[in-house]
């Protein structure tokens, strides 16, 4: 009889998981069978997002296509949704009633924003996440503004990075869509935060540069207003205040997947799995997470792509080695990284540090490197 393969489940199509089906692709591992679970076959990259919201980038551009990459590696591509962890009987369920063994286990499936912390979020505002249901939203947000005549309100919840690129790309996106409409339809962005300041993880000179940028497309920032309950079309502040809205978007904070912290993983504050340095579970020996849902324990990292990214290829060495019963690499954060942050037209802002600067040709840096990292994914037939 054919000895047992020895399975390796990764859960999501994150952008560390993309890394270990290419480094699986170049590098088969003889007697492992590799099978990915993922809601999405087409995974967005994070940092084009932006961009293919204002219209620069096609869904092909910013979208890295599983299936290619899963049949390099040699692997199965499960096209369902995980939604409860077994660890006892080292087996993941999903939606559709499907169950998966498994002898490893990696998680790389991101986060969301915390609909549930802001009375009404759940009815009347769109989350950022997950993209396809933002970009669906988006697609009819155009209609109803070709057909606009007056104001139409769009509002953005979530000053930090993620929320001024949705604001300024959104500004960039409709202003287009209205001008070629057949009504007479005025955007005006809204972008709100409970933060006295916008950008609030990043240095002043940062936040200057942003602020001209909000101001010169007369974008209406409330900093310091707190968002407490959303009813249809309007926001309820925590100072009493109302703003008035034909859409919202939400880009708040970031919340797990209920079922992580269901299934007894060790898991932070916030419900995300906690990991070592060697992006391995600090309860489960044999999981491992990585990207926005994993939560290390020794460094307080943002939830932004720039780490998942990173932590690609050290996860793909450590799932390799932990297969072989070997001792496994650590994954060191670099302390100060390459912030590059768009401003709805071809024009961004860089940080590095304490040190910013910002122009046309940084938006062409930060295309030239996007396209370098998805060249990586795309495999000729």
């Known amino acids: 009889m054919p000895s047992k393969p020895y399975d390796i489940v990764l859960v999501g199509g994150g952008h560390s998981h993309v890394e270990v089906l290419r480094q699986f692709g170049l590098r088969p591992l003889e007697g492992v069978r590799l099978t990915v679970v993922a809601r999405d ?3 967005p990259y994070s940092g084009m997002v932006p961009g293919y919201l204002a219209g620069h980038y096609s869904h092909a551009d910013c979208h890295v296509d599983l299936a290619p990459l899963v049949h390099r590696a040699g692997a199965r591509l499960i096209h369902a949704t995980a939604n409860k962890l077994d660890t006892s009987r080292q087996h993941l369920e999903c939606s559709d009633g499907s169950s998966f063994p498994y002898d490893l286990l990696s998680i790389d499936i991101g986060s969301l924003p915390p609909v549930s912390h802001i009375d009404g979020a759940g009815k009347y505002v769109v989350p950022v996440k997950p993209i396809d249901k933002l970009l669906a939203r988006i697609e009819d947000l155009e209609k109803q503004v070709k057909a606009h005549d007056g104001p139409f309100r769009v509002m953005v919840v979530g000053a930090g990075a993620g929320g001024v690129e949705l604001a300024l ?16 339809c005025d955007i005006k962005v809204i972008l709100v935060d409970g933060s006295p300041e916008i950008l609030p993880n990043h240095v002043a000179s940062v936040r200057r540069r942003m602020r001209r940028a909000l101001a ?15 009813e249809s079309g309007v926001l309820h502040g925590g100072d009493g205040s109302r703003i008035v809205f034909d859409a919202a978007f939400l880009v708040t904070g970031a919340q797990a997947a209920g079922w992580l912290q269901e299934s007894g993983l060790a898991v932070d504050d916030g419900g995300f799995v906690a990991v070592d340095e060697t992006m391995r579970s600090i309860s489960h020996g044999n999981i491992f997470a ?17 780490y998942a990214v990173r932590q690609g290829p050290v996860l793909a060495e450590n799932l390799r080695r932990a297969a072989q019963g070997l001792a496994l690499t650590s ?3 670099q302390r100060h990284i390459l912030a590059l942050i768009s401003t709805g037209d071809r024009y961004a802002i860089a940080s590095r540090g304490r040190l910013a600067i910002a122009g046309g040709w940084v938006w062409h840096l930060k295309d030239w490197i996007d396209r370098r990292w998805m060249a990586r994914y795309e495999i000729s037939s």
């Open 331 to 333: 994954y060191r954060p």
């Open 169 to 184: 790309a959104l500004d960039h996106r409709l202003r287009g869509v209205a001008s070629g409409g057949n009504g007479r």
């Open 290 to 306: 990585s990207g926005d849902v994993a939560a290390m324990k020794d460094y307080a990292l943002p939830k932004a792509g720039v």
């Open 41 to 43: 076959i087409h995974t």
């Open 216 to 230: 010169v497309r007369d974008i209406e920032v409330h900093a310091g207003l707190r968002a407490q309950r959303f």
